[in-house]
Nanobody
Framework: QVQLVESGGGLVQAGGSLRLSCAAS????????MGWFRQAPGKEREFVAA????????FYADSVKGRFTISRDNAKNTVYLQMNSLKPEDTAVYYC???????????????WGQGTQVTVSS
C-alpha cells in the first residue's frame, strides 16, 4: 500500500495558476501509475490526468488538456499537477491516486490521498 498526501491547493483568481503536489510513502512509488481526480460539490469524482510509472505516458481529460500538466519525480516520490489558465469550473477537491495501470476511472486505482481544495474565483 502507498500513503499519499496532497498539498498546494488554495484560492486563486480565474486565469491564475496553482501547482499541486502529492507525496507518496510506502510501497515502491516508482512502479506505480499515478492519477489526479477531482470532485466538485454534488458531482461525481472525475478523471483529470494520469501518468505512467516511468513518466513516459500521460493522459488528460479533454476539459484540462492544454492547461494542466502532470509530472512525477520518482527520486522524490512525488507527483505534480501544474494547473494554468484556471477557470471557475475547475473548483473542486483534487485527489491523487496510485494504481497498477494508468487508468481514467477510479476503480483502477488502489490508494488515495485525502484531497486538497482548489477554489477559482471569477
Amino acid at each position: 500500500q502507498v500513503q499519499l498526501v496532497e498539498s498546494g491547493g488554495g484560492l486563486v483568481q480565474a486565469g491564475g495558476s496553482l501547482r499541486l503536489s502529492c507525496a507518496a510513502s510506502g510501497r515502491t512509488f516508482s512502479r506505480y501509475a499515478m492519477g489526479w481526480f477531482r470532485q466538485a460539490p454534488g458531482k461525481e469524482r472525475e478523471f483529470v490526468a494520469a501518468i505512467s510509472w516511468s513518466g513516459g505516458n500521460t493522459f488528460y481529460a479533454d476539459s484540462v488538456k492544454g492547461r494542466f500538466t502532470i509530472s512525477r519525480d520518482n527520486a522524490k516520490n512525488t507527483v505534480y499537477l501544474q494547473m494554468n489558465s484556471l477557470k471557475p469550473e475547475d473548483t473542486a477537491v483534487y485527489y491523487c491516486a496510485g494504481g497498477r495501470v494508468t487508468g481514467r476511472i477510479t476503480d483502477e486505482y488502489d490508494d488515495w490521498g485525502q484531497g486538497t481544495q482548489v477554489t477559482v474565483s471569477s
